[in-house]
Protein backbone atom coordinates (compact mmCIF):
# COMPACT_ATOMS: atom_id res chain seq x y z
CA UNK A 1 0.00 0.00 0.00
CA UNK A 2 1.21 3.33 -1.05
CA UNK A 3 2.59 5.75 2.07
CA UNK A 4 0.40 8.27 3.65
CA UNK A 5 0.81 11.95 3.46
CA UNK A 6 0.23 14.04 6.18
CA UNK A 7 -1.57 17.00 6.02
CA UNK A 8 -1.17 19.40 8.72
CA UNK A 9 -2.95 22.85 7.99
CA UNK A 10 -1.55 25.72 10.43
CA UNK A 11 -4.21 28.53 8.87
CA UNK A 12 -5.16 29.29 11.98
CA UNK A 13 -1.85 29.85 13.67
CA UNK A 14 0.97 31.13 11.13
CA UNK A 15 -1.54 31.79 8.36
CA UNK A 16 -2.98 33.99 11.23
CA UNK A 17 0.48 35.80 12.02
CA UNK A 18 -0.14 37.01 8.60
CA UNK A 19 -0.80 41.11 9.66
CA UNK A 20 -4.50 42.32 9.15
CA UNK A 21 -5.10 38.43 9.33
CA UNK A 22 -6.19 38.15 12.65
CA UNK A 23 -9.46 35.61 13.41
CA UNK A 24 -12.23 35.60 16.18
CA UNK A 25 -12.49 32.37 18.07
CA UNK A 26 -16.06 31.64 16.35
CA UNK A 27 -14.42 32.80 12.84
CA UNK A 28 -11.51 30.00 14.22
CA UNK A 29 -13.84 27.83 15.01
CA UNK A 30 -16.14 28.23 11.68
CA UNK A 31 -12.96 27.70 9.75
CA UNK A 32 -11.71 24.12 11.54
CA UNK A 33 -14.80 22.78 11.21
CA UNK A 34 -14.36 23.36 7.50
CA UNK A 35 -10.58 21.77 8.09
CA UNK A 36 -12.41 19.09 9.70
CA UNK A 37 -14.75 18.28 6.59
CA UNK A 38 -11.58 18.73 4.54
CA UNK A 39 -9.81 15.50 6.27
CA UNK A 40 -7.18 17.85 7.17
CA UNK A 41 -5.16 15.53 9.31
CA UNK A 42 -3.63 17.83 12.28
CA UNK A 43 -5.12 21.67 12.63
CA UNK A 44 -2.66 24.20 14.23
CA UNK A 45 -5.56 25.76 16.26
CA UNK A 46 -3.12 28.48 17.77
CA UNK A 47 -0.10 29.43 20.46
CA UNK A 48 -2.26 28.58 23.48
CA UNK A 49 0.54 30.66 25.41
CA UNK A 50 0.63 33.67 23.20
CA UNK A 51 -2.93 35.26 24.56
CA UNK A 52 -5.83 34.35 26.44
CA UNK A 53 -8.10 34.61 23.50
CA UNK A 54 -5.64 32.30 21.45
CA UNK A 55 -5.83 29.66 24.28
CA UNK A 56 -9.34 29.93 24.46
CA UNK A 57 -9.39 29.49 20.73
CA UNK A 58 -7.30 26.24 21.15
CA UNK A 59 -9.20 24.67 23.55
CA UNK A 60 -12.47 25.64 21.56
CA UNK A 61 -11.59 24.19 18.63
CA UNK A 62 -10.09 20.99 21.00
CA UNK A 63 -13.48 20.65 22.13
CA UNK A 64 -15.23 20.67 18.83
CA UNK A 65 -13.13 18.91 16.48
CA UNK A 66 -13.23 15.01 16.53
CA UNK A 67 -12.03 13.78 13.29
CA UNK A 68 -8.76 16.00 13.58
CA UNK A 69 -5.70 15.90 15.43
CA UNK A 70 -5.77 19.45 17.37
CA UNK A 71 -2.41 20.94 17.93
CA UNK A 72 -1.17 23.83 19.93
CA UNK A 73 2.51 25.68 19.09
CA UNK A 74 4.81 26.16 22.50
CA UNK A 75 8.03 27.59 22.86
CA UNK A 76 10.35 25.32 24.31
CA UNK A 77 9.74 26.06 27.97
CA UNK A 78 7.63 24.74 30.39
CA UNK A 79 5.15 27.44 30.71
CA UNK A 80 4.29 27.75 27.03
CA UNK A 81 4.01 23.55 27.17
CA UNK A 82 1.90 23.75 30.37
CA UNK A 83 -0.37 25.83 28.56
CA UNK A 84 -0.72 24.13 25.37
CA UNK A 85 -1.04 21.06 27.58
CA UNK A 86 -4.28 22.74 29.34
CA UNK A 87 -5.95 23.84 26.70
CA UNK A 88 -5.62 20.86 24.71
CA UNK A 89 -6.95 18.58 27.77
CA UNK A 90 -9.87 16.53 27.07
CA UNK A 91 -9.55 17.18 22.93
CA UNK A 92 -9.81 13.40 21.48
CA UNK A 93 -6.93 13.57 19.73
CA UNK A 94 -4.07 16.09 20.26
CA UNK A 95 -0.50 17.30 19.46
CA UNK A 96 2.23 19.87 21.47
CA UNK A 97 4.45 21.65 18.96
CA UNK A 98 7.92 22.58 20.16
CA UNK A 99 9.75 24.88 18.49
CA UNK A 100 13.42 26.57 19.22
CA UNK A 101 15.89 28.28 17.03
CA UNK A 102 18.61 26.54 15.86
CA UNK A 103 20.50 28.38 13.29
CA UNK A 104 23.66 30.50 14.39
CA UNK A 105 21.97 33.88 13.48
CA UNK A 106 18.88 32.92 15.60
CA UNK A 107 20.73 31.45 18.68
CA UNK A 108 23.23 34.37 18.82
CA UNK A 109 21.34 37.53 17.84
CA UNK A 110 17.65 36.44 18.78
CA UNK A 111 18.15 33.91 21.41
CA UNK A 112 21.61 35.28 22.64
CA UNK A 113 22.04 31.59 24.04
CA UNK A 114 24.89 29.24 22.80
CA UNK A 115 24.33 25.96 21.00
CA UNK A 116 25.23 24.23 24.30
CA UNK A 117 22.48 26.00 25.88
CA UNK A 118 20.06 25.67 22.90
CA UNK A 119 20.71 21.71 22.93
CA UNK A 120 19.95 21.43 26.58
CA UNK A 121 16.86 23.29 26.10
CA UNK A 122 15.46 21.64 23.29
CA UNK A 123 15.94 18.09 25.34
CA UNK A 124 14.50 19.09 28.46
CA UNK A 125 11.70 20.61 26.94
CA UNK A 126 11.45 18.02 24.85
CA UNK A 127 11.51 16.02 28.10
CA UNK A 128 8.61 17.68 30.01
CA UNK A 129 6.12 17.90 26.73
CA UNK A 130 6.60 13.79 26.41
CA UNK A 131 5.35 13.52 30.09
CA UNK A 132 1.90 15.94 29.09
CA UNK A 133 0.96 14.33 25.80
CA UNK A 134 2.24 11.40 23.80
CA UNK A 135 2.20 13.41 20.45
CA UNK A 136 4.85 15.75 20.54
CA UNK A 137 5.85 17.86 17.23
CA UNK A 138 9.73 19.38 17.50
CA UNK A 139 10.82 21.79 14.97
CA UNK A 140 14.13 23.73 14.83
CA UNK A 141 13.37 27.22 14.32
CA UNK A 142 14.88 28.46 10.68
CA UNK A 143 16.15 24.91 10.79
CA UNK A 144 17.03 25.02 6.71
CA UNK A 145 19.90 27.64 8.22
CA UNK A 146 20.93 25.47 10.48
CA UNK A 147 24.26 24.17 10.78
CA UNK A 148 23.64 20.19 10.00
CA UNK A 149 26.46 18.87 12.26
CA UNK A 150 24.26 20.94 14.72
CA UNK A 151 21.18 20.40 13.78
CA UNK A 152 21.42 16.22 13.76
CA UNK A 153 22.71 16.70 17.58
CA UNK A 154 19.95 18.69 18.92
CA UNK A 155 17.02 15.97 16.65
CA UNK A 156 18.91 13.03 17.75
CA UNK A 157 18.55 14.16 20.98
CA UNK A 158 14.49 15.30 21.27
CA UNK A 159 13.92 11.87 18.96
CA UNK A 160 15.17 9.74 21.99
CA UNK A 161 13.22 12.39 24.33
CA UNK A 162 10.11 11.18 22.79
CA UNK A 163 9.51 13.49 19.58
CA UNK A 164 7.39 11.38 17.70
CA UNK A 165 6.99 14.43 14.38
CA UNK A 166 10.57 16.53 13.02
CA UNK A 167 9.80 19.50 11.32
CA UNK A 168 12.44 20.99 9.72
CA UNK A 169 10.99 24.77 8.75
CA UNK A 170 12.85 27.09 6.23
CA UNK A 171 11.25 29.86 8.15
CA UNK A 172 12.53 32.75 5.61
CA UNK A 173 11.55 30.68 2.29
CA UNK A 174 15.43 30.86 1.53
CA UNK A 175 15.50 27.34 0.50
CA UNK A 176 15.80 25.73 -3.38
CA UNK A 177 13.91 22.67 -3.98
CA UNK A 178 16.68 20.16 -4.73
CA UNK A 179 19.01 21.81 -2.16
CA UNK A 180 15.93 21.28 1.02
CA UNK A 181 15.03 18.14 -0.33
CA UNK A 182 18.74 17.04 0.10
CA UNK A 183 19.33 18.64 3.40
CA UNK A 184 15.91 16.68 4.56
CA UNK A 185 17.58 13.59 3.31
CA UNK A 186 20.80 14.03 4.46
CA UNK A 187 19.41 14.25 7.98
CA UNK A 188 17.26 11.59 8.00
CA UNK A 189 20.42 9.62 6.58
CA UNK A 190 22.75 10.64 9.63
CA UNK A 191 20.76 10.84 12.41
CA UNK A 192 20.28 7.06 13.70
CA UNK A 193 17.43 6.96 15.26
CA UNK A 194 15.56 9.31 12.72
CA UNK A 195 12.86 6.48 11.78
CA UNK A 196 11.36 6.68 15.22
CA UNK A 197 9.63 9.99 13.86
CA UNK A 198 7.65 11.11 10.71
CA UNK A 199 9.17 13.62 9.15
CA UNK A 200 7.66 16.99 7.56
CA UNK A 201 8.46 20.05 5.73
CA UNK A 202 7.34 23.33 6.62
CA UNK A 203 8.40 26.05 4.07
CA UNK A 204 7.69 30.10 3.71
CA UNK A 205 7.05 31.48 0.26
CA UNK A 206 9.40 34.35 0.17
CA UNK A 207 10.83 33.61 -3.13
CA UNK A 208 7.17 31.55 -4.30
CA UNK A 209 9.05 28.30 -3.83
CA UNK A 210 6.87 27.16 -1.08
CA UNK A 211 4.89 24.68 -2.41
CA UNK A 212 7.93 23.25 -4.69
CA UNK A 213 10.37 23.47 -1.65
CA UNK A 214 7.55 20.78 0.07
CA UNK A 215 7.31 18.72 -2.53
CA UNK A 216 11.01 18.04 -3.19
CA UNK A 217 11.15 17.40 0.84
CA UNK A 218 8.75 14.75 0.16
CA UNK A 219 10.31 13.45 -3.23
CA UNK A 220 13.80 13.70 -2.09
CA UNK A 221 14.03 14.34 1.52
CA UNK A 222 11.28 11.25 2.41
CA UNK A 223 9.10 13.86 4.93
CA UNK A 224 5.87 12.48 5.28
CA UNK A 225 3.91 15.50 6.44
CA UNK A 226 3.46 18.65 5.00
CA UNK A 227 2.68 21.78 6.78
CA UNK A 228 0.42 24.56 4.98
CA UNK A 229 -2.38 26.96 5.25
CA UNK A 230 -5.26 27.55 3.15
CA UNK A 231 -4.77 30.44 0.04
CA UNK A 232 -0.80 29.82 1.08
CA UNK A 233 -1.73 32.53 3.58
CA UNK A 234 0.46 33.52 6.54
CA UNK A 235 4.04 35.67 7.28
CA UNK A 236 5.42 37.58 4.76
CA UNK A 237 4.28 36.38 1.07
CA UNK A 238 2.76 33.44 3.11
CA UNK A 239 3.21 29.75 3.45
CA UNK A 240 3.12 26.29 1.82
CA UNK A 241 -0.91 27.08 -0.39
CA UNK A 242 -2.66 23.26 0.94
CA UNK A 243 -4.61 23.83 -2.02
CA UNK A 244 -1.61 23.00 -4.67
CA UNK A 245 0.28 21.11 -2.69
CA UNK A 246 -2.35 18.37 -1.98
CA UNK A 247 -3.49 18.61 -5.97
CA UNK A 248 0.00 18.03 -6.95
CA UNK A 249 0.22 15.04 -5.06
CA UNK A 250 -3.08 13.63 -6.16
CA UNK A 251 -2.61 14.81 -9.63
CA UNK A 252 0.81 13.35 -9.92
CA UNK A 253 0.20 10.42 -8.03
CA UNK A 254 2.99 8.58 -11.01
CA UNK A 255 5.05 10.43 -9.35
CA UNK A 256 4.85 10.85 -5.53
CA UNK A 257 3.23 7.28 -5.35
CA UNK A 258 1.43 8.42 -2.19
CA UNK A 259 -2.04 8.84 -1.21
CA UNK A 260 -3.75 12.05 0.55
CA UNK A 261 -6.48 11.82 2.69
CA UNK A 262 -7.76 15.31 1.91
CA UNK A 263 -11.28 15.42 0.51
CA UNK A 264 -11.06 17.82 -2.31
CA UNK A 265 -14.37 18.54 -2.59
CA UNK A 266 -14.15 20.83 0.24
CA UNK A 267 -11.34 22.79 -1.27
CA UNK A 268 -12.76 25.74 -2.87
CA UNK A 269 -15.42 26.25 -0.11
CA UNK A 270 -12.72 26.19 2.10
CA UNK A 271 -10.44 28.80 0.00
CA UNK A 272 -13.71 31.10 0.09
CA UNK A 273 -14.39 30.95 3.92
CA UNK A 274 -10.45 31.89 4.75
CA UNK A 275 -10.32 34.15 2.46
CA UNK A 276 -13.66 36.03 3.57
CA UNK A 277 -13.17 36.11 7.46
CA UNK A 278 -9.57 37.32 6.33
CA UNK A 279 -10.59 40.18 4.27
CA UNK A 280 -7.50 38.51 1.79
CA UNK A 281 -8.65 38.70 -1.81
CA UNK A 282 -7.41 35.58 -3.68
CA UNK A 283 -5.71 36.42 -7.07
CA UNK A 284 -7.85 35.61 -10.07
CA UNK A 285 -5.05 33.08 -11.34
CA UNK A 286 -4.02 31.63 -8.20
CA UNK A 287 -3.58 27.67 -8.71
CA UNK A 288 -6.63 25.74 -8.30
CA UNK A 289 -9.19 28.39 -6.10
CA UNK A 290 -8.21 31.29 -8.17
CA UNK A 291 -11.40 32.45 -10.37
CA UNK A 292 -9.40 31.79 -13.47
CA UNK A 293 -7.97 28.60 -12.29
CA UNK A 294 -10.40 26.37 -14.85
CA UNK A 295 -11.53 29.21 -16.93
CA UNK A 296 -11.20 29.19 -21.07
CA UNK A 297 -11.25 32.22 -22.47
CA UNK A 298 -9.19 31.52 -26.38
CA UNK A 299 -11.30 30.32 -28.90
CA UNK A 300 -9.25 27.22 -29.69
CA UNK A 301 -8.82 26.29 -25.93
CA UNK A 302 -12.55 26.74 -26.16
CA UNK A 303 -13.01 24.46 -28.80
CA UNK A 304 -10.54 21.82 -27.69
CA UNK A 305 -12.49 21.71 -24.11
CA UNK A 306 -15.75 21.97 -25.60
CA UNK A 307 -14.73 18.23 -27.71
CA UNK A 308 -12.93 16.95 -24.31
CA UNK A 309 -12.20 18.39 -21.35
CA UNK A 310 -8.46 16.72 -20.71
CA UNK A 311 -7.15 19.09 -23.28
CA UNK A 312 -6.61 21.80 -21.55
CA UNK A 313 -7.35 20.63 -17.90
CA UNK A 314 -5.43 18.81 -15.94
CA UNK A 315 -8.00 18.32 -12.81
CA UNK A 316 -11.31 18.35 -12.49
CA UNK A 317 -12.63 21.38 -11.77
CA UNK A 318 -15.89 20.17 -9.95
CA UNK A 319 -13.30 17.45 -8.15
CA UNK A 320 -12.29 20.76 -5.90
CA UNK A 321 -15.33 22.26 -5.26
CA UNK A 322 -16.35 24.09 -8.25
CA UNK A 323 -19.59 23.73 -9.90
CA UNK A 324 -17.83 23.63 -13.24
CA UNK A 325 -15.35 24.60 -15.74
CA UNK A 326 -15.69 27.80 -17.37
CA UNK A 327 -16.51 29.01 -20.75
CA UNK A 328 -15.59 32.66 -20.70
CA UNK A 329 -17.24 34.87 -23.98
CA UNK A 330 -15.11 37.39 -25.45
CA UNK A 331 -13.51 38.50 -28.07
CA UNK A 332 -10.92 35.69 -28.45
CA UNK A 333 -14.03 33.10 -28.66
CA UNK A 334 -15.19 30.79 -31.39
CA UNK A 335 -18.07 30.17 -32.81
CA UNK A 336 -18.39 26.72 -31.62
CA UNK A 337 -18.16 28.17 -28.04
CA UNK A 338 -20.83 30.86 -28.69
CA UNK A 339 -23.43 28.01 -30.21
CA UNK A 340 -22.81 25.83 -27.78
CA UNK A 341 -24.05 28.40 -24.76
CA UNK A 342 -26.90 29.58 -26.94
CA UNK A 343 -27.87 25.79 -26.28
CA UNK A 344 -27.17 26.26 -22.78
CA UNK A 345 -29.33 29.31 -22.23
CA UNK A 346 -32.31 27.38 -24.20
CA UNK A 347 -32.31 29.64 -27.27
CA UNK A 348 -33.00 27.99 -30.39
CA UNK A 349 -31.60 29.73 -33.44
CA UNK A 350 -33.65 28.97 -36.48
CA UNK A 351 -31.08 28.77 -39.15
CA UNK A 352 -27.13 28.83 -39.47
CA UNK A 353 -27.53 31.84 -40.98
CA UNK A 354 -28.71 33.49 -37.85
CA UNK A 355 -26.49 31.83 -35.72
CA UNK A 356 -23.99 33.86 -37.90
CA UNK A 357 -25.16 36.80 -37.86
CA UNK A 358 -25.50 36.97 -33.84
CA UNK A 359 -21.97 35.82 -33.80
CA UNK A 360 -20.61 38.59 -35.90
CA UNK A 361 -22.72 41.28 -33.47
CA UNK A 362 -21.10 39.01 -30.45
CA UNK A 363 -17.70 39.74 -31.91
CA UNK A 364 -18.65 43.51 -32.41
CA UNK A 365 -19.34 43.50 -28.63
CA UNK A 366 -16.69 41.54 -27.35
CA UNK A 367 -14.18 44.16 -29.33
CA UNK A 368 -16.13 46.74 -26.90
CA UNK A 369 -16.48 44.55 -23.46
CA UNK A 370 -13.90 42.28 -21.98
CA UNK A 371 -16.11 39.96 -20.83
CA UNK A 372 -19.70 38.78 -22.15
CA UNK A 373 -22.40 37.54 -19.79
CA UNK A 374 -25.27 35.23 -20.35
CA UNK A 375 -27.66 38.65 -20.01
CA UNK A 376 -25.50 40.15 -22.99
CA UNK A 377 -25.70 37.22 -25.52
CA UNK A 378 -29.48 36.73 -24.74
CA UNK A 379 -29.87 40.83 -25.63
CA UNK A 380 -28.05 40.08 -29.06
CA UNK A 381 -30.14 37.50 -29.86
CA UNK A 382 -33.66 39.54 -28.52
CA UNK A 383 -31.86 42.67 -30.93
CA UNK A 384 -31.95 40.24 -34.13
CA UNK A 385 -35.61 39.18 -33.54
CA UNK A 386 -36.23 42.75 -33.19
CA UNK A 387 -34.99 44.34 -35.89
CA UNK A 388 -36.00 41.01 -38.21
O1 LIG B 1 8.29 29.17 10.15
C1 LIG B 1 8.57 28.63 11.24
O2 LIG B 1 9.73 28.38 11.59
C2 LIG B 1 7.46 28.29 12.13
C3 LIG B 1 7.79 27.41 13.26
C4 LIG B 1 7.22 27.93 14.52
C5 LIG B 1 7.34 26.01 12.96
O3 LIG B 1 6.34 28.66 11.86
ZN1 LIG C 1 6.18 29.22 9.73
Redesign the pocket.
Known amino acids: MADKLIIFDTTLR?GEQSPGASMTRDEKLRIARQLERLKVDVIEAGFAASSNGDFECVRAIAQAIKDSTVCS?ARANDRDIARAAEALHGGRSTRIHL?LATSPLHMEKKLRMTPDQVFEQARLATRFARNLSGDIEF?P??GYRSEPDFLCRVLEAVIAEGATTI?V?D?VGYAIPELYGSFIRNLRERIPNSDKAVWSV?C?NDLGMAVANSLAGVKIGGARQVECTINGLGERAGNCSLEEVVMAVKTRRDHFGLEVGIDTAHIVPASRLVSQTTGFVVQPNKAVVGANAFAHASGIHQDGVLKARDTYEIMRAEDVGWSTNRIVLGKLSGRNAFKQRLQELGIEMASEAEVNAAFARFKDLADRKSEIFDEDITALVMDETVTA
Open positions: DLFSEDNPTHH
